[in-house]
Structure formats: C-alpha cells, structure tokens
C-alpha cells in the first residue's frame, strides 16, 4: 500500500507496445506502455478496455472513425469492438491501460507485437 508515481515507472522501460503491470485491483490489471506508430487491428470479445493518455496523442482507429485522446484524458474501447491504437509523426505516447486479468494482448488476433505476459514494475 504505496503510491505509485506513473512517470517514474514509464521512465523504467523503453519497448514500445510492450506494457508493464504495475497494480492488480481485484480482477482489473493496471499496465503502463509506450506507443509508437500504429498497431494492430484487434477487438477483445469479452472485456473493455481503458487507455489513459499520460503524455502525448493517441488516435484511436475505429472502423469508422478515429478518436484523437488528448494527454490526460481517457477513453473507454467496449468489448467486441475493432480497434487500433496509433500514434503520429514518430511521436512516443505514454498510456495507462486498465483492463480484465483476462483480456489478451491482441484479442484472438496473433501477431509479432503480441505480448503473453507483461512485467512487473
């Protein structure tokens, strides 16, 4: 039962799309990640998803639209639908995901960016 200063734990690991977990609340893991350039076209069939833009913009590619997430404001991805986080121009954007234990990196979708376990930090 200690703070967790978000800054101090992204400035401890550089991969892009590879999140770290840093806190469990009951069945919901909280990970940090970087981001860069785009992702992959993926949907989570049984779980949401939380991004919480830290530093930076994320666009949140959606069949049809795109969302841009502002540093310091969230967006919410429901179960079942077809996402893919990017970012522009080069630029590396700091998140905060929360999530389901459960939910996979990728969704069913396999891929070289697809993480099966993520790090504690």
Known sequence: MKPINIVKKHAEFT????PHQIAIVDDMQILLAKL??????HAHEHEDELFQVIKGTLYMQFRDKTEVVNEGEIIVVPKGIEHNPMTKNGEIV???LFEKLSTAHTGNITHEKTQTKYPQI
């Open 36 to 41: 860069k350039d785009e992702f992959v076209w």
């Open 94 to 96: 700091h998140v905060l």
């Open 15 to 18: 991969k892009q799309w590879h």
